[in-house]
């Protein structure tokens, strides 16, 4: 649960004041709390913060005009700074990250409090004309620069470093964990035998079978921390929200890699692209699939419709939609050649319009191949070509992707593709402001290198798993206070299971164009 913020959390001493000055300061401090444990709590929306703080000028300006004008002005800006941290805060909801263990939060007001010009106001001093102006503040735990002072400064802070507009768990299904447990295990098939077939009314049913075995992974740590001056913590709200963005990016920044490309090494996390399995769709349509030497094929018998072929072993990897070559028929030599696969079970499949001639004497020296339809099937193919045939290769077995990931700037090449006229081909759909390529959206990640392409399926293939979820925690142990200091820690524990690598891609669009151009 979120700390709630209070009056005496402001730190501030009313007893020092009397009569106006003591009845003006509390009503203000309890409209601001108010509004801010509102908003904490989701009772309110971010946008209904700046209204609903606006009657704090109201009651300032209810006061006389000349004596309280500054302190108008002051307050306005606390409206903003309060505004900006409330909708960094609603962000980091909505991302998930847990805010239980954060501490702290009244600083955030202490824009207003603890600023000179407010100070004067209530010890009823003379004022300065000039506007508010920050204290002395250290950016870094060396810093030598000037005083951080301007007339006019802009709620806004800049930053060469630009956070991703998405990461991977927006992408993915995310579970929550047990946190009793920090593996988590699940069965894989290793061997499967679907041995379905049409029996008489008292015949009996033929015996299909299966083998397990265990996988599993762990759980992962993964964090930072920034080491902050308090003269730090003193300063704008906004510049605090901005840390708070930045550290949270920086963790989420690194999620993102583990997924992906982590090796599994030491304390890092097996990423998707490092399983066995996870296979470029160049490579899938080029190699073959299965292979079967002298002694595979157990019998050829005639069907209505071509010719039934019976494997010696089952092979689950034998799917409808992929294409085999018989070689070695010298009866049935209909056989010998590349032929749709057409099956009955992991066994039996049938040659469609092929001619029986009669009992295979060469059965035992009988051999084939399998091999993906798409190899070499399409004329002159240009990217979109290529990636419509990397989603068709991609749904079979039981597997739909859910993701397709590009790089920007390939994106960006894509839709610049120019026919031979010289005018673009115009081949990226975009449905409601978003590109799609083959019926599936397309997501432009720069953590995926330009010219390659990552494809999955994220609801089956693999989840997140939060074992303790993102929380941001504030440490101030006795080595940081002699140093006055402070730290802002962020950090989570996660296991990432890929229950099955084969519902992933990552390869080479060029590569791809290769595999599937006809010769």
């Known amino acids: 649960m979120i700390k709630k913020v209070n009056k005496s959390d402001l730190g501030i001493n009313y007893e020092k004041f009397d009569g106006e000055q003591r009845a003006f300061l509390e009503k203000m401090c309890d409209i601001v709390v108010n509004v801010c444990n509102k908003a904490l709590d989701g009772a309110i929306s971010t946008e209904d913060v700046d209204e609903k703080l606006k009657t704090v000028n109201e009651s300032l300006k209810a006061f006389d005009a000349e004596k309280f004008a500054e302190v108008v002005k002051s307050n306005e800006e606390l409206l903003e700074t309060v505004k900006e941290l409330t909708q960094n805060i609603e962000k980091m909801k909505q991302k998930g990250i847990g805010m239980d263990r954060f501490a702290k939060f009244d600083e955030s007001l202490e824009t207003m409090f603890e600023s000179e010009k407010f100070k004067s106001f209530l010890a009823n001093t003379a004022h300065d004309a000039r506007g508010f102006a920050l204290k002395d503040v250290s950016m870094t735990n060396n810093y030598s620069g000037s005083v951080l002072i301007t007339d006019q400064q802009q709620d806004h802070i800049v930053s060469r470093i630009t956070d991703k507009q998405l990461h991977i768990r927006d992408l993915a299904t995310v579970l929550q964990g047990d946190p009793n447990f920090t593996t988590l295990a699940w069965p894989m098939i290793e061997e499967l035998n679907r041995n379905a077939r049409y029996v008489s009314e008292n015949g009996t049913l033929p015996e299909s079978s299966f083998k397990l075995t265990e996988k599993e992974t762990s759980v992962r740590r993964l964090g930072t921390h920034f080491v902050m001056s308090k003269r730090m913590l003193k300063c704008r709200a906004y510049v605090r929200s901005f840390i708070l963005n930045k550290i949270v990016s920086a963790v989420l920044d690194a999620e993102d890699f583990g997924i992906i490309f982590g090796d599994g090494s030491g304390d890092m996390v097996k990423g998707i692209t490092t399983y066995e399995g996870v296979l470029p769709v160049e490579t899938i349509v080029n190699d073959t699939i299965i292979a079967g030497a002298a002694g595979s094929v157990k019998g050829v018998t005639k069907a209505a419709n071509g010719i039934m072929v019976e494997l010696t072993a089952p092979n689950d990897l034998l799917i409808e939609g992929l294409r085999i070559t018989f070689t070695g028929a010298t009866v049935n030599t209909d056989l010998n050649g590349v032929h749709d696969v057409i099956k009955l079970n992991d066994t039996q499949l049938l040659i469609e319009g092929a001619e029986y001639k009669g009992d295979e004497t060469s059965v035992a020296a009988m051999t084939y191949k399998v091999n993906n339809a798409a190899f070499k099937s399409v004329e002159a193919p240009n990217s979109i070509d290529a990636l419509e045939t990397a989603i068709a290769v991609m749904t079979y077995a039981q597997f739909r992707p859910t993701v397709l990931m590009l790089n920007p700037?390939?994106?960006?090449?894509?839709?610049?593709?120019?026919?031979?006229?010289?005018?673009?081909?115009?081949?990226?759909?975009?449905?409601?402001?978003?590109?799609?390529?083959?019926?599936?959206?397309?997501?432009?990640?720069?953590?995926?290198?330009?010219?390659?392409?990552?494809?999955?399926?994220?609801?089956?293939?693999?989840?997140?798993?939060?074992?303790?979820?993102l929380t941001i925690d504030w440490a101030d142990d006795v080595n940081h206070k002699l140093k006055n200091q402070v730290v802002l820690m962020a950090q989570e524990e996660l296991i990432v299971p890929v229950y099955c690598p084969w519902a992933f891609s990552y390869g080479s669009l060029s590569a791809l164009k290769t595999a599937i151009a006809k010769d």
């Open 409 to 469: 700037i390939t994106l960006n090449s894509i839709r610049t593709e120019k026919a031979t006229d010289g005018n673009r081909l115009e081949v990226v759909k975009d449905i409601n402001g978003n590109p799609v390529i083959g019926g599936l959206r397309v997501i432009a990640y720069p953590g995926i290198p330009a010219g390659k392409y990552f494809l999955g399926d994220f609801k089956e293939g693999a989840q997140i798993v939060e074992y303790t979820g």
